[in-house]
């Protein structure tokens, strides 16, 4: 990997926050939001942009899944062949500005990152179940914004060894979203997520790399409840909160040749509490009456590959395969991610 103190200006992939899928399907478990970065990020992510400028980054990410794991974590029985596929276009935009902070240690910079979202899906319900899950189609999902702090590389014998940032990030209501729909592009309500990631390079050509996260969702009134939200006039849920979650995003890679890196990633979820669903007579409960099957937790890992085209263009392709999958549809995720410093 050809780093230095000053090459790093292309680097900026690890400030971002992208969809993934197993977000996505949500509904079909419980609440947790779409939009959160479940390995879309992988190799070199402590490193990025050290001088004033703009980097763009998008995301070409298709995932499938045809299981839906219970509390359990054995496939629903009462969903037929389900399939769930969604194909999806992030766009991002960082910019890091001028002022120096600690001795011209570390730069601030802010970021913006907005996907587009189509969903393919099919469900067929067997009793105790009625009906189909449904979904609202292609949209725009959840605009994602903040403010991050990127370090300049710790040097030692002439290379880097090791890079970090801090981001906190806020996760908008803006992407489409119908309470009548299981499955939608945006999560219909606000979070926070700050995150730390970091890089270590204890040998030459080798890399490790992780990025902690943390999730905290705001009330909604307008869960998305699907062929629920009908049921009675007005719908019976006044307000619902998806549980706080945390995550990390880990990944280690060696440059096998010139150019080329060679490697694995991976990342575990784990939704720390309950949702929470309370009902219009006053009531309060974990919503399992709505498919809201309990906590979700998984671990997604496999290959990824990382070719620095040129000195201001960077291709990273990754596959995730889930297991270990609770509350949450079991997906295969694959996903091609190319930054660009101007």
Same mark, same amino acid.
């Given at each position: 990997? @050809? ?13 971002? $926050? ?13 609440? #947790? ?25 998008? *995301? ?8 839906? =794991?219970? %509390? ?21 935009? +960082?910019?890091?500005?001028? #002022? ?16 587009? !979202? ?7 319900? @067997? ?21 991050? =702090?990127?370090?300049?590389? $710790? ?26 729909? %299981? ?12 995150? /730390?990631?970091?890089? !270590? ?9 992780? @990025? ?38 880990? +990944?280690?890679?060696? #440059? ?10 991976? *990342? ?10 309370? =009902? ?11 498919? %809201? ?14 070719? #620095? ?15 270990? !999958? *609770?509350? @949450? ?8 991610? /190319? !930054?660009?410093?101007?």
């Amino acid at each position: 990997m @050809r780093l230095n103190a000053s090459s790093t200006t292309w680097l900026a992939a690890g400030i971002a $926050v992208a969809l993934g899928l197993s977000a996505s399907a949500a509904r079909a478990a419980n609440l #947790e939001p779409a939009g959160v970065n479940l390995g879309s990020t992988s190799f070199f992510d402590g490193f990025g942009r050290n001088e004033e400028g703009f980097t763009y980054l998008v *995301y070409a990410q298709y995932a499938t899944a045809h299981s839906i =794991m219970g %509390d359990d974590g054995k496939a629903l029985p009462y969903f037929t062949e389900p399939k769930i596929d969604a194909f999806i276009l992030v766009n991002q935009l +960082a910019y890091t500005l001028p #002022e120096k902070l600690f001795d011209d240690r570390a730069h601030l910079g802010i970021n913006f990152i907005l996907p587009l !979202v189509g969903f393919d899906t099919h469900f067929i319900v @067997r009793p105790p179940g009625t009906g189909t899950l449904t979904h609202s189609g292609v949209g725009l999902g959840d605009l994602t914004f903040g403010p991050f =702090m990127q370090f300049r590389p $710790v040097m030692a014998g002439g290379r880097p060894v090791f890079s970090h940032r801090f981001e906190v990030d806020v996760i908008a209501p803006t992407g489409r979203f119908d309470p009548n729909k %299981d499955i939608n592009p945006g999560a219909g309500f606000a979070s926070i997520n700050p995150y /730390w990631a970091a890089t !270590v390079l204890p040998l030459p050509h080798l890399e490790v790399s992780a @990025r902690l996260h943390y999730l905290y969702n705001f009330n909604t009134d307008r869960p998305a409840l699907g062929r629920f939200y009908s049921l009675t006039v007005p719908p019976p849920v006044k307000r619902a909160k998806a549980g706080q979650a945390s995550w990390v995003n880990f +990944a280690v890679s060696y #440059e096998i040749v010139h150019t080329f890196h060679l490697g694995a990633n991976g *990342y575990y979820f784990l939704q720390l509490n309950q949702d929470l669903w309370e =009902m219009q007579d006053g009531s309060t409960n974990p919503g399992h009456q709505f498919n %809201d099957l309990g906590k979700a937790s998984f671990l997604g890992i496999g290959p990824g590959l990382l070719w #620095e085209i040129t000195d201001h263009d960077r291709l990273f392709a990754n596959v995730y395969f889930q297991t270990m !999958v *609770y509350n @949450r549809a079991r997906s295969d995720v694959f996903n091609l991610h /190319w !930054v660009h410093g101007f």
